[in-house]
């Protein structure tokens, strides 16, 4: 089963922007779609960011405009550009199949002042 580590987080300023990347343990070029998800204290882990094998993208309204999602299937990577952030945006970001299997240990992403 592949595994996922995701990197890339830390502290931004509203407005400002990240790329998050994830790098697979093993090949994803038979995994249809992947997906970046997240999840602030309290609430259920939400998907942001799909996309799919032959690279049409989709996103939830909140980050559309914003978020890009990019995938790799030479490298086994999945990036996540994210412009113009809110403290909104605030929680820990995964990434994943979906729908998801095992998950990694996530990266934080705050966006304060």
């Known amino acids: 089963q592949v595994q996922f580590v995701e990197s890339g987080g830390g502290l931004v300023q509203p407005g400002g922007s990240l790329t998050l990347t994830c790098a697979a343990s093993g090949s994803i070029s038979s995994i249809v779609t992947m997906a970046w998800y997240r999840q602030v204290p309290g609430k259920e882990r939400e998907s942001v960011a799909r996309i799919v094998l032959w690279g049409a993208a989709s996103y939830e309204d909140a980050v559309k405009g914003r978020f890009t999602i990019f995938r790799d299937n030479h490298d086994n990577m999945l990036y996540l550009s994210m412009n113009d952030l809110k403290p909104e945006d605030t929680a820990v970001y995964y990434c994943?199949?979906?729908?998801?299997?095992?998950w990694g240990q996530g990266t934080q992403v705050t966006v304060s002042s």
């Open positions: 994943n199949e979906d729908p998801p299997k095992t």
